[in-house]
Protein backbone atom coordinates (compact mmCIF):
# COMPACT_ATOMS: atom_id res chain seq x y z
CA UNK A 1 0.00 0.00 0.00
CA UNK A 2 2.86 2.51 0.34
CA UNK A 3 4.32 1.41 -2.69
CA UNK A 4 1.11 2.46 -4.44
CA UNK A 5 0.73 5.44 -2.25
CA UNK A 6 4.07 6.86 -3.11
CA UNK A 7 3.79 5.90 -6.78
CA UNK A 8 0.96 8.12 -6.88
CA UNK A 9 2.49 10.69 -5.04
CA UNK A 10 5.22 10.87 -7.97
CA UNK A 11 2.61 11.11 -10.73
CA UNK A 12 1.06 13.60 -9.19
CA UNK A 13 4.58 15.98 -9.05
CA UNK A 14 5.10 14.66 -12.74
CA UNK A 15 2.10 16.46 -13.85
CA UNK A 16 2.32 19.42 -11.72
CA UNK A 17 5.68 19.82 -13.17
CA UNK A 18 4.31 19.16 -16.85
CA UNK A 19 1.89 21.80 -16.05
CA UNK A 20 4.50 24.75 -14.85
CA UNK A 21 6.76 23.74 -17.42
CA UNK A 22 3.43 24.52 -20.28
CA UNK A 23 2.51 27.46 -18.28
CA UNK A 24 6.38 28.62 -18.24
CA UNK A 25 6.53 28.17 -22.44
CA UNK A 26 3.27 29.76 -23.16
CA UNK A 27 4.48 33.18 -20.94
CA UNK A 28 7.69 32.54 -22.83
CA UNK A 29 5.67 32.84 -26.51
CA UNK A 30 3.59 36.03 -25.37
CA UNK A 31 7.12 37.80 -23.84
CA UNK A 32 8.29 37.20 -27.40
CA UNK A 33 5.31 38.16 -29.27
CA UNK A 34 5.05 41.47 -27.10
CA UNK A 35 8.91 42.09 -27.88
CA UNK A 36 8.15 41.68 -31.89
CA UNK A 37 5.56 43.97 -31.57
CA UNK A 38 7.54 46.45 -29.78
CA UNK A 39 10.16 46.15 -32.37
CA UNK A 40 8.07 46.44 -35.25
CA UNK A 41 6.45 49.32 -33.59
CA UNK A 42 9.42 50.83 -33.48
CA UNK A 43 10.62 50.52 -37.19
CA UNK A 44 9.45 52.59 -39.20
CA UNK A 45 7.75 50.86 -42.33
CA UNK A 46 9.68 51.99 -45.43
CA UNK A 47 7.82 54.25 -48.11
CA UNK A 48 7.68 52.88 -51.58
CA UNK A 49 9.41 55.54 -53.65
CA UNK A 50 8.33 55.65 -57.23
CA UNK A 51 8.59 58.41 -60.36
CA UNK A 52 6.20 60.60 -60.76
CA UNK A 53 3.77 60.71 -63.58
CA UNK A 54 5.15 64.65 -65.20
CA UNK A 55 9.19 63.65 -64.66
CA UNK A 56 10.38 62.02 -67.70
CA UNK A 57 14.59 60.90 -67.62
CA UNK A 58 16.44 59.57 -70.52
CA UNK A 59 20.43 58.56 -70.54
CA UNK A 60 22.85 58.06 -73.13
CA UNK A 61 26.32 56.81 -72.79
CA UNK A 62 28.77 58.58 -73.82
CA UNK A 63 31.60 56.54 -74.03
CA UNK A 64 29.70 53.83 -75.57
CA UNK A 65 27.60 51.12 -74.21
CA UNK A 66 30.79 48.63 -73.44
CA UNK A 67 31.91 48.55 -69.63
CA UNK A 68 35.59 47.89 -69.53
CA UNK A 69 36.93 47.48 -66.36
CA UNK A 70 39.21 49.91 -64.56
CA UNK A 71 38.18 52.55 -67.30
CA UNK A 72 35.99 55.75 -66.88
CA UNK A 73 32.07 54.91 -67.81
CA UNK A 74 30.39 58.56 -68.45
CA UNK A 75 26.79 59.07 -69.50
CA UNK A 76 24.38 61.83 -69.70
CA UNK A 77 21.43 62.19 -67.79
CA UNK A 78 18.48 64.04 -69.47
CA UNK A 79 15.37 65.33 -67.01
CA UNK A 80 12.05 66.85 -68.37
CA UNK A 81 9.57 68.54 -66.53
CA UNK A 82 6.15 67.70 -68.46
CA UNK A 83 4.23 68.95 -65.40
CA UNK A 84 3.15 72.57 -64.08
CA UNK A 85 5.46 72.40 -60.68
CA UNK A 86 8.52 72.45 -60.29
CA UNK A 87 10.86 69.49 -59.13
CA UNK A 88 13.79 69.93 -57.23
CA UNK A 89 16.64 67.18 -58.82
CA UNK A 90 18.41 66.09 -55.24
CA UNK A 91 21.00 63.50 -56.47
CA UNK A 92 22.22 61.20 -58.69
CA UNK A 93 23.66 57.70 -57.94
CA UNK A 94 24.90 54.47 -59.34
CA UNK A 95 25.66 51.24 -58.54
CA UNK A 96 26.33 47.66 -59.62
CA UNK A 97 24.06 44.81 -58.14
CA UNK A 98 24.13 40.71 -57.83
CA UNK A 99 22.57 39.58 -61.29
CA UNK A 100 20.76 37.21 -59.81
CA UNK A 101 19.00 39.69 -56.71
CA UNK A 102 19.14 43.34 -57.11
CA UNK A 103 18.95 44.20 -53.81
CA UNK A 104 22.11 43.04 -53.16
CA UNK A 105 25.34 45.76 -53.34
CA UNK A 106 28.44 44.46 -55.47
CA UNK A 107 29.72 47.92 -55.63
CA UNK A 108 27.96 50.89 -54.98
CA UNK A 109 29.19 54.52 -56.05
CA UNK A 110 28.85 57.93 -54.65
CA UNK A 111 25.64 59.81 -55.18
CA UNK A 112 25.94 63.13 -57.28
CA UNK A 113 24.47 65.52 -55.34
CA UNK A 114 22.78 67.68 -57.82
CA UNK A 115 20.16 70.00 -55.69
CA UNK A 116 18.77 71.84 -59.44
CA UNK A 117 15.06 73.31 -59.62
CA UNK A 118 13.74 72.27 -62.98
CA UNK A 119 10.98 74.43 -63.95
CA UNK A 120 7.80 73.59 -65.27
CA UNK A 121 7.84 72.16 -69.51
CA UNK A 122 11.94 72.72 -68.97
CA UNK A 123 14.56 70.46 -68.88
CA UNK A 124 18.10 69.69 -67.76
CA UNK A 125 20.51 67.37 -68.03
CA UNK A 126 23.29 65.77 -65.97
CA UNK A 127 26.66 64.23 -66.19
CA UNK A 128 28.06 61.53 -64.12
CA UNK A 129 30.90 59.20 -64.38
CA UNK A 130 32.27 55.89 -62.57
CA UNK A 131 34.98 53.39 -62.83
CA UNK A 132 34.39 49.61 -62.77
CA UNK A 133 36.53 47.62 -60.62
CA UNK A 134 39.24 45.28 -62.12
CA UNK A 135 37.93 41.87 -60.57
CA UNK A 136 34.76 42.56 -61.72
CA UNK A 137 36.04 42.09 -65.32
CA UNK A 138 34.49 39.13 -67.56
CA UNK A 139 31.47 38.91 -65.26
CA UNK A 140 27.99 39.92 -65.36
CA UNK A 141 26.16 42.74 -63.66
CA UNK A 142 23.61 44.75 -62.92
CA UNK A 143 23.21 48.05 -63.33
CA UNK A 144 21.12 50.47 -61.44
CA UNK A 145 21.45 54.61 -62.07
CA UNK A 146 18.79 56.22 -59.99
CA UNK A 147 17.87 59.97 -60.17
CA UNK A 148 16.15 61.31 -56.84
CA UNK A 149 14.02 64.50 -57.08
CA UNK A 150 11.48 66.16 -55.09
CA UNK A 151 8.00 68.23 -55.45
CA UNK A 152 7.32 71.54 -53.54
CA UNK A 153 5.57 69.96 -50.81
CA UNK A 154 8.32 67.82 -50.70
CA UNK A 155 7.23 64.37 -51.48
CA UNK A 156 10.27 62.25 -52.74
CA UNK A 157 10.44 60.56 -56.06
CA UNK A 158 13.20 58.61 -58.21
CA UNK A 159 13.41 57.30 -61.32
CA UNK A 160 15.23 54.41 -62.45
CA UNK A 161 16.85 55.78 -65.26
CA UNK A 162 18.85 52.41 -66.12
CA UNK A 163 18.35 48.82 -64.78
CA UNK A 164 19.85 46.02 -67.07
CA UNK A 165 22.69 43.48 -66.61
CA UNK A 166 25.75 44.39 -68.26
CA UNK A 167 29.10 42.66 -68.92
CA UNK A 168 32.30 44.50 -67.58
CA UNK A 169 35.04 43.50 -70.33
CA UNK A 170 38.65 43.02 -70.28
CA UNK A 171 40.75 45.61 -70.90
CA UNK A 172 42.62 45.34 -73.96
CA UNK A 173 45.98 46.28 -73.61
CA UNK A 174 47.63 48.56 -75.98
CA UNK A 175 51.48 50.02 -76.81
CA UNK A 176 52.62 51.92 -73.94
CA UNK A 177 55.46 54.28 -74.05
CA UNK A 178 58.47 51.84 -73.00
CA UNK A 179 57.32 48.96 -75.64
CA UNK A 180 56.83 52.03 -78.23
CA UNK A 181 60.53 53.50 -77.65
CA UNK A 182 61.80 49.74 -77.49
CA UNK A 183 60.10 49.30 -81.14
CA UNK A 184 61.34 52.75 -82.82
CA UNK A 185 64.85 51.53 -80.94
CA UNK A 186 65.40 48.56 -82.33
CA UNK A 187 64.26 49.82 -85.99
CA UNK A 188 66.90 52.37 -85.82
CA UNK A 189 69.26 49.91 -85.08
CA UNK A 190 68.37 47.80 -87.81
CA UNK A 191 68.40 50.80 -90.44
CA UNK A 192 71.81 51.75 -89.11
CA UNK A 193 72.96 48.25 -89.56
CA UNK A 194 71.76 48.34 -93.13
CA UNK A 195 73.27 51.64 -94.12
CA UNK A 196 76.64 50.19 -92.43
CA UNK A 197 76.20 46.74 -95.11
CA UNK A 198 75.27 48.84 -98.14
CA UNK A 199 78.49 51.36 -97.48
CA UNK A 200 80.92 48.14 -96.84
CA UNK A 201 79.24 47.14 -100.39
CA UNK A 202 80.11 49.98 -102.08
CA UNK A 203 83.66 50.45 -101.50
CA UNK A 204 84.32 46.93 -102.49
CA UNK A 205 82.64 47.64 -105.55
CA UNK A 206 84.67 50.91 -106.47
CA UNK A 207 88.11 48.76 -105.82
CA UNK A 208 87.19 46.22 -108.04
CA UNK A 209 86.01 48.39 -111.19
CA UNK A 210 88.99 49.19 -113.86
CA UNK A 211 89.97 53.15 -114.08
CA UNK A 212 89.38 54.28 -117.27
CA UNK A 213 91.94 56.32 -119.30
CA UNK A 214 91.31 58.57 -121.69
CA UNK A 215 92.67 58.87 -125.09
CA UNK A 216 93.24 61.58 -127.77
CA UNK A 217 91.88 61.15 -131.67
CA UNK A 218 94.85 58.68 -133.07
CA UNK A 219 93.90 58.46 -136.55
CA UNK A 220 91.60 60.05 -139.47
CA UNK A 221 89.05 57.88 -138.27
CA UNK A 222 88.34 59.53 -135.39
CA UNK A 223 87.79 62.91 -136.98
CA UNK A 224 84.81 64.00 -138.73
CA UNK A 225 85.60 64.53 -142.54
CA UNK A 226 82.24 64.60 -143.64
CA UNK A 227 82.37 68.62 -144.39
CA UNK A 228 85.73 68.40 -146.78
CA UNK A 229 84.31 67.82 -150.36
CA UNK A 230 84.67 63.96 -152.52
CA UNK A 231 86.98 65.49 -154.66
CA UNK A 232 89.61 66.86 -152.19
CA UNK A 233 89.08 63.78 -150.32
CA UNK A 234 90.19 61.78 -153.77
CA UNK A 235 92.92 64.22 -154.40
CA UNK A 236 94.34 63.56 -151.04
CA UNK A 237 94.64 59.14 -151.41
CA UNK A 238 97.87 58.26 -152.16
CA UNK A 239 98.61 56.62 -155.46
CA UNK A 240 99.50 52.71 -155.74
CA UNK A 241 102.80 51.88 -155.42
CA UNK A 242 104.65 49.91 -158.71
CA UNK A 243 107.15 46.97 -157.98
CA UNK A 244 110.99 47.64 -159.29
CA UNK A 245 110.06 45.13 -162.71
CA UNK A 246 106.82 47.18 -163.83
CA UNK A 247 108.97 50.12 -163.67
CA UNK A 248 112.18 48.45 -165.66
CA UNK A 249 109.60 47.09 -168.54
CA UNK A 250 107.64 50.41 -168.41
CA UNK A 251 111.09 51.87 -168.95
CA UNK A 252 112.06 49.60 -171.63
CA UNK A 253 108.71 50.38 -173.30
CA UNK A 254 109.84 53.88 -173.37
CA UNK A 255 112.90 52.97 -175.17
CA UNK A 256 111.51 50.89 -178.11
Known amino acids: FEGQVSAQSDSAEDAADDADAAVDEEEDEDEMAVEEDQIQNMVPAEKLVTSHPDADTTIIFTTGEEFPANEIVRFLVGFTNKGGQTFTVQSLEASFRYPQDFQFYIQNFTALPLNTAVQP ?36 FQSAIYNQTVTITEREEGLDGETMFMYVFLGGLVALLLFGMYQVLENRTRKRLPVKIEKGTTGVNDVDISWIPQETLNAMKPSPKTSPRKRTKRAAGVDQ
Not at 125 to 139: H, K, L
Not at 143 to 155: C, F, K, T
Request: hydrophobic letters at 40%; zero cysteines.
Open 121 to 156: QAQASFEYSFIPAQPMAGRPFGLVILLNYVDPEGNT
